[in-house]
């Protein structure tokens, strides 16, 4: 086998590492997982974010900036940072858990919001993580800290681990050259027609 130096595409990684702690927190606010399921979410935490900081470097290795510190923040402040939070409480070190982890949870869906900016020129379907996600994550806050019915989260959370999988599906075609559409570059939607610059296509930072 011929060795070489290049860095292979990692996305792969870190979007079945986003479906599967998605699919976490869905079941939590749904009711799937029964009580005391805390620590089987940390754990996914770990695991998601070790693969989530790993796919990060690679990309910012590889000259994918968008990419590679939007996977990287993911790891940490979205994965071990909940995660953590939430093992503390299992084990009974914290005196509560809210308000101060549904206020992390809208600033989370903040940060994603604010992320949209980076997104603007990649395909549709890819931009969708900044306002989808960024919304989920403030639903998932405001159930903690107002009430809002877990239901609200628990679906929308199913929406993106259904999001993961098929960016997931998209990377892996796009490691032996199949092409799985993800749609026109976001910036094409957002903005009328006649207010655009002559742009040539995008493809997503995970091909």
Known sequence: ?????????PSAIG????AGINLAFAGSF?????PGHNALVFTIGIVGGIAQVA?????????????????TTFGLLFMWGPGTMLLLDSLGMVGALNPFFGAW????????????????YEPAFEFLIGPVGGTTLATAGLHDVVGLPAVVPGLLFVGLTLWGMVMLVHS???????????GPPAIEVLTPAKRQESRSPTVSHSD
Do not use: Y
């Open 55 to 71: 796919t990060g470097l690679v990309q910012l290795k590889r000259g994918e900036s968008s990419g590679g510190t939007l996977m």
């Open 105 to 120: 949870s809208l600033f989370l869906g903040a940060l994603l919001w604010t992320w949209s900016v980076t997104l603007v």
């Open 30 to 34: 749904l009711g799937w997982w029964g």
């Open 15 to 18: 979007f079945a590492a986003l």
């Open 172 to 182: 892996l075609g796009a490691l032996r050259g199949l092409t799985i559409p993800l």
């Open 1 to 9: 086998m011929t060795r070489t130096t290049e860095w292979g595409d």
